[in-house]
């Protein structure tokens, strides 16, 4: 590994930095009634609103459906990413500094797990909020479920769910690609 | 179909032909067999779409302000300024009762007459707007932001506030003038017909915060017992000034139709505001026992406060020389209108048959060489011919107000003859007439009161409405015209039925409002001492024979919605709280029985209703907004039990 390779590694590194504060996900919701849009971005500390409010909100109109309400600070994953997040980028720069091949292939196996793990978390995720619905709820429509796409659109009564990555995700693939195309040039090399 | 078109045109030929028979007119009436076509493509807003004007309208009797859109004439919202409101709960809810507080005690309504936008160097700023009470002497802040009324101040010494709310050019001051000279003692017992000696008129200086909006007395000016009719501020040149018509200088107090109708000139006062605020500050002012209200809205509490001044500042032009003038003007002048220059006075002599314009400055000329042909009380009276630079011919019968379009023409409204008359700031000559349906008051032009006019349409504000819609019985409700006055003749482009009697009106470029226009409340900046934040903190108190409901609104429920343990004799106050955080997500509450109203909530805001049931029994409460697909879920119970009764205060929501 080159001087010239470890730098692009630690760029790798920092490209994941940015996540700390812009969203990898956006669920957006179009009704009749929501001429403004409303919807929320998902970070990987945080659930927030495209607008300041549009959480409350979801959760009011979710009440009906018997979904349970969205509290930031009871979803697990939102604790547990940021340490994730600083270890990959901490033992991406370490990588970078010692110039191990096959560590950096340990990185990038790891990284491809975490990734499936936390598509199939994620779903799970949305699973549970749009099966789990409270039995009392007063709209109660037979065989209706109400789970987000995982990406894509799917109309959902009254309202039109679309799920797409944003540009957090966007770094994360980036990040990976990068780090592996300096894996492969170097397999290339020796 | 031809026939009745060509009848038609005859008679209208006929009726025109009468008119300017009448006013010896040499300018010909324009047909008023417009282009329809072309005139619904100017005034089409497409659903959807959003017009380029907000048009605020005074309510007149109704002391409401209306707003509009223009071109399309949509109306957008009635804003409860003066009157109590059942709609909304205005007036009827606890927290908006202080606004309407004088020092005569709860005025439930009045008479609103001239809304004034707010003005950042000359031209409208879109901040706030300002509208005088005729009736109890008072001037309404309403904020546009959320386009609410925000603040009333009354105005003491004052009988009917007429000349009023006209901001300077950078809104230093809002102004207040009596139409009613009265003694100004409030408490001052004497014969009416000792009218000269104990009569007086007042200029009332209100002082605006820039950063808030909060008004303040500053200061009066004590004037001989005229009628003070309008005002304007001047802009540019003579934006230190201040000008009023008088009418009645006769000092009559009795049918005043004739009485005061003898002299062939009244005055135009001229009143050097900035100058007069340096008097006051050296201290010429007197300082004079009164008594006067002054009602703010607290945001953060969202609630009315009211505050009782006891004394105020009053100048008298003996002791404040070079402040104010006279200038002879025919005859009982109404309107008073300052060109964009800021250089033409414009006068609409309601019983003069021409309309004079003075020049500003000539009548700095005028004052530097002293060209005086009379004092009164200390107010030097200008020679007619030093000040005046035109005087329009053939303008029809009864002129009242004037606004311009920036491109060198004023309009000016004429009441007998029902009619706009088009004339040149240069010539003085009329150049274009339209018919106004009918008998006109104000008329409009969006910017037309500014230094920078938009000079393309034009609002007429008629008294009567007679065939020109589907009658509705002996009494209809007053029009409105939209002109367009891009072209060199003036042609009609709607005619639409509007609320309470508009006097005059206000426009402003749409994209100065709407960017600031709230969505909702904030929940986390809202410091009500009764407000319910959280579901989780409904409850019941009981205080003596108080009892407090901090009920929370969020669709579809009330929380509490079961309330037990009021007795008959208990005052109860439901403090509610909309807990919606979304925009136009607005709740109501209604209570049966109620003896004041239902009240509306818009998202984040805390009302509160006051209730005394007076017999025992089971009271249903609800909803009164749709707010949701559950609305007609939206309800509860409140059970009353008879005086002395020992049913302990229990309350709930669902049983779960
Ligand atoms: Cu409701």
Known sequence: MNIRQKLLLVVAALMLLPLYYIPFWSISMTAPQYPEGIGMYIHINDVRGHNQHDIQSINTLNHYIGMKEIHVDEIPELKIMPYIFAFMIGSLILIALIGNQKLLLGWLILFVILSIAGIVDYYLWGYDYGHNLDPDAPIKVPGMSYQPPLIGTKQLLNIRASSYPTWGSALMVGSFMLSALIYYNNKKKS | MKSIISIKSALIGIGLLTVSLLVLTGCPGQSNLMDTRDAAQKTYVAPGDYDEFYAFLSGGYSGQLSVWGLPSARLFKVIPVFSQD???????????????????????????????????????????????????????????????????????????????????????????????????????????????????????????????????????????????????????????????????????????????????KDFVAALNWRKAAEYVREGRAELMS??????????????????????????????????????????????????????YIVAGGKLATVIPVHSFSRMLEAIENERFIDEIDGIPVIDYDATIIGEVENPGLGPLHTEFDGKGYAYTSVYISSEIVKWSLETFEVVDRIDAYYSIGHLMIPGGDTVDPYGKYMIGLTKTAKDRYLPVGPKQNHPAQLYDISGDRMQLLLDFPTIGEPHYAQAISAEKVKPNAARIYQLEDNNHPHATKSVSDARVVREGDVVRVYMTNIRSNFRPDNIEGIHVGDTVYFHLTNLEQEWDVVHGFAIKGAQNAEVLLAPGQTKTIKWEPNRPGIYPFYCTAFCSALHQEMQGYVRVSPAGANTPITYRTGTR
């Open chain 2, 290 to 343: 009164t008594e006067y209200y002054h009602n703010y809205y607290d945001k953060s509490q969202s609630m009315a406060i009211s505050t009782v001044k006891d004394e105020v500042l009053v100048l008298d032009p003996k002791d404040a020389p070079g402040i104010l003038y006279y200038l002879p003007t025919p005859k009982s002048p109404h309107g008073v209108d300052i060109d964009p220059t800021g250089e």
């Open chain 2, 86 to 264: 059942p709609e909304s709960g205005y007036g009827y809810y606890e927290e908006s009762k202080s606004m309407l507080q004088t020092s005569y005690g709860f005025i439930p309504w009045d008479d609103s007459h001239h809304p004034h936008l707010s003005q950042t160097g000359g031209i409208a700023d879109g901040r706030w707007i300002f509208i005088n009470a005729n009736n109890t002497p008072r001037i309404a802040r309403i904020d546009l932001e959320t386009f609410e009324t925000v603040e009333i101040i009354e105005i003491p010494n004052t009988g009917g506030n007429h000349g009023s709310s006209f901001v300077t050019e950078n809104t230093e001051y809002v102004v207040g003038a009596t139409r009613f000279s009265i003694p100004f003692d409030p408490e001052l017992d004497v014969p009416i017909d000792s009218y000269k000696e104990n009569f007086r008129g007042a200029l009332s200086l209100i002082k605006v915060d820039q950063d808030t909006g909060q008004m303040e007395l500053d200061f009066q000016i004590v004037v001989p017992p005229y009628n003070y009719d309008l005002a304007r501020s001047g802009k540019g040149i003579s934006s230190d000034w201040y000008f009023f018509t008088t009418y009645n200088t006769e000092e009559a107090h009795t049918l005043l139709e004739i009485n005061a109708s003898r002299n062939d």
